[in-house]
Nanobody, 119 residues
Framework: QVHLVESGGGLVQPGGSLRLSCVAS????????ANWYRQAPGKQRELVATISGGSTTNYSTSVKGRFTISRDNAKNAVHLQMNSLKPEDTAVYYC?????????????WGQGTQVTVSS
């Protein structure tokens, strides 16, 4: 059974930093791309950052230059370092891992962790 457990969310002032972590179990983590999504109240879920199995990264324009995604395959973990946080970064952040084998997609989600940026 696959589990993704996120941690590191919380309340932070504008301009502050948080580091989210997600630890996976039940999969060969190195075979999966890892992603962070977020969903603010009343808005659609949005892709924030991705990292391939080979550690190629991509970011949404709204977070580029402020957020850094990284992975530690030995620990089955993916992290999201968030700096210079803004109130508009407030959302529930979700960890996702995904892999496609031929035509079959394997797609797993964490439970989400709340990030609130407010003074």
């Amino acid at each position: 059974q696959v589990h993704l457990v996120e941690s590191g969310g919380g309340l932070v002032q504008p301009g502050g930093s948080l580091r989210l972590s997600c630890v996976a179990s039940g999969i060969i983590f190195a075979h999966y791309a890892a992603n962070w999504y977020r969903q603010a109240p009343g808005k659609q879920r949005e892709l924030v950052a991705t990292i391939s199995g080979g550690s190629t990264t991509n970011y949404s324009t709204s977070v580029k230059g402020r957020f850094t995604i990284s992975r530690d395959n030995a620990k089955n973990a993916v992290h999201l370092q968030m700096n210079s946080l803004k109130p508009e970064d407030t959302a529930v952040y979700y960890c996702n891992v995904r892999r496609e084998v031929f035509t079959r997609e394997y797609d797993y989600w964490g439970q989400g962790t709340q990030v609130t940026v407010s003074s």
